[in-house]
């Protein structure tokens, strides 16, 4: 499902341009337009799906395809041997921006914790 005013929608369907490092028939990633660490990348479903709090059962192979997508950008990146942070934020509590689900995946320094 598409929604015309997602913008990770409208990048999905190509409609906005982005910096694209992965596409398959389910998932995209592509690098943050204000990047939080020098690795910034986010891995979204085709599929809008609004939060992780509305994954439904049936989404569960797209949960694991999008992790899956993320440890690869990680080794792709060259910073899987030195770590790296996966990080779904969820609600206004959780920082979330952008009501279209997605994993950042943030490296090339130190993590803090507890995050901000
Ligand atoms: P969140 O706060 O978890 O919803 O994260 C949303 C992220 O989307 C932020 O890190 C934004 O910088 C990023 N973002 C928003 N618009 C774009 C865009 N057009 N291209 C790439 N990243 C974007």
């Known amino acids: 499902m598409t929604e015309s005013d997602c913008i990770f929608c409208r990048i999905a369907a190509g409609d906005i341009p982005a910096d694209l490092i992965h596409e398959d028939d389910q998932v995209l990633a592509f690098r943050d337009i204000a990047p939080q660490a020098p690795l910034h990348v986010l891995v979204i479903p ?10 439904d059962d049936e989404d569960q192979g797209l949960m694991g395809r999008l992790v899956t997508v993320a440890r690869d950008v990680a080794v792709a990146e060259g910073v899987a041997s030195a770590g790296y942070r996966l990080v ?10 952008v009501d279209h689900l997605h994993l950042h995946v943030l490296g090339g320094r130190g993590m803090g914790w507890p995050p901000g």
């Open 46 to 55: 085709r599929k809008h799906i609004p939060s992780v709090a509305s994954v």
């Open 88 to 97: 779904i934020n969820a609600g206004s509590d959780g920082g979330q921006a």
